[in-house]
């Protein structure tokens, strides 16, 4: 209900320009969590080429604490970087909901974090996970082992970004269920003692 | 001679109470489910857990029936204004479009009680909305990043006060905490579990408890999944490698 769902998607992806394919937007996030070694990965040559294959001309980074400490020096490589490829680079540290950035994306990679992973999927974009090594108990491979078997999303690691990313085939993305709250509102009248739903 | 006394009046005591707390967790399992009428309402208390926890537990709570399940107790770690939001945001907008199950809960509101501050406390909340439902806040068992020889000290004070919230004021005001406990970790909802647990020892009304593993956890249980499982009323999970065949638990998919 928070989201205005009227927002149009900003002008980048606006009118088609002439007879090439339209732009495409790119959204990285790390979460909350530290996950440094995603934010670099993404300026490297080998995923900035393969972002462009894809037809990626803007990317958006959200990289907490690792963008919070840029110089000046480095957010100007980052764009640079990007430019080279003719990508817009953009980066920042938080925003409180992520769900715009979302919706604009035509791709997202991303931590593995739960809540990520259902926004992201059920707006139906293409998904890129890369668990953080770096976290002790990692039960986010878990989850993303699990759902990249099912062939909801995909998942890497942040040496494997680039192919990933080169080779990945939308259509063969399994759509995710949308939410379905039954389930749990049967189990917990049934468990509460009361009558079951007449069949509509 | 009077010591023997003394020492075997202790034993005879102890040993009702461990026969008393045994009998309590052993019937746990067989505890008759309470049949109830269509329009009966139901007392649900759910524990939001920060992060991921609150997120999963408002999803689940956006699929109910809040007429029905009514009057509703939000409990909060100290200090998590961010879940407090994220349950006013659920109250609003299923008091805005009751029939809504799948509410958006992802971005809380802000500004919604004036305060515009991440230090907007419960009390705050209840005061601008007189909705049929409370935030209760309770002490952490344990912080991020807080040293283990600590956490007892933390868990005692956090035992007390879920104590003081589901046993003390039940018992005195002769009312009832809740009639439902929904709980989906992390620690300290394993000691409002303890309090529960309580009131059934001392026999007076106690909620059932209902626990449901997060969407993430799909190989292995989470700690309070683990420490949780032989105590509650229905335990359940999402993915279905996480049940051994002869244990208790039952997987309904994902929820979420």
Same mark, same amino acid.
């Not at chain 2, 034993?11 to 045994?22: D, E, M, Q």
């Not at chain 2, 997120?55 to 961010?82: C, H, K, N, Q, W």
């Not at chain 2, 500004?111 to 806040?137: D, H, M, Q, V």
């Given at each position: ?200 | ?42 007392? +649900? ?51 805005? #479009? ?6 958006? &809960? ?15 406390? $419960? ?14 806040? &309770? ?15 933390? $868990? ?27 709980? #989906? ?9 303890? $309090?529960?647990?309580? #009131? ?27 420490? +949780? ?28």
């Amino acid at each position: 209900m928070s989201g205005p769902p009227s927002t149009p998607p900003p002008a980048e992806s606006g009118p088609a320009t002439e007879s090439s394919p339209r732009k495409k937007h790119a959204f990285v996030t790390v979460g909350s969590t530290r996950f440094d070694a995603l934010v670099q990965a993404v300026q490297t040559d080998a995923v900035l080429a393969a972002l462009r294959t894809r037809g990626v001309s803007s990317l958006t980074v959200q990289g907490g604490e690792a963008v919070r400490e840029f110089n000046a020096e480095q957010l100007q490589a980052a764009t640079a970087g990007g430019a080279r490829y003719g990508i817009d680079v953009e980066a920042w540290a938080y925003k409180p909901s992520l769900q715009e950035d979302y919706e604009r994306a035509d791709l997202v990679i991303s931590h593995a974090g739960s809540g990520t992973i259902l926004d992201v999927l059920r707006l139906r974009k293409p998904l890129v996970v890369i668990p953080n090594p770096s976290l002790l108990d990692n039960h986010q491979q878990e989850l993303a082992d699990a759902l990249a078997d099912l062939g909801h999303l995909k998942t890497c690691t942040v040496d494997t970004l680039a192919q990933t990313v080169e080779s990945l085939d939308e259509a063969s993305l399994v759509p995710f269920p949308q939410f379905d709250g039954s389930r749990f509102r049967e189990m917990l009248d049934e468990e509460m003692g009361y009558p079951p739903e007449p069949p509509k | 001679m009077d010591l023997d006394l003394v020492s075997s009046c202790l034993c005879v005591c102890l040993a009702g109470i461990l026969w008393r707390v045994s009998s309590v967790v052993l019937a746990r399992h067989r505890k008759p489910r309470p049949t109830r009428r269509h329009s009966e309402h139901c007392h +649900l208390a759910v524990f939001l857990g920060s992060g991921g926890h609150t997120s999963e537990a408002l999803m689940l709570l956006s699929a109910l029936d809040f007429d029905r399940y009514s009057p509703r107790t939000y409990v909060i770690s100290e200090g998590d204004a961010l879940s407090a939001r994220k349950a006013t945001a659920l109250e609003l907008s299923k008091a805005a #479009n009751p029939d809504n199950s799948t509410v958006r &809960i992802s971005s809380p509101i802000s500004g919604y009680c004036g305060c515009l501050n991440r230090t907007c406390t $419960a009390s705050c909340l209840k005061g601008r909305l007189r909705e049929p439902y409370t935030i209760l806040t &309770i002490p952490r068992a344990r912080r991020v990043h807080q040293p283990i020889y600590t956490t007892p000290v933390t $868990a005692t004070r956090s035992l007390l006060a879920c104590i003081y919230h589901v046993t003390l004021i039940p018992l005195v005001a002769r009312t009832s905490f809740a009639d439902v406990l929904v709980l #989906n970790g992390p620690g300290t909802c394993f000691i409002l579990c303890l $309090a529960v647990l309580l #009131n059934q020892i001392l026999g007076i009304h106690s909620p059932r408890v209902v626990y449901v593993e997060s969407f993430a956890r799909v190989r292995s249980l989470s700690l309070s999944g683990k420490l +949780l499982r032989p105590l509650v009323d229905r335990f359940v999970v999402q993915w279905p490698g996480l049940l051994e065949a002869d244990r208790r638990g039952e997987c309904l998919g994902w929820l979420v």
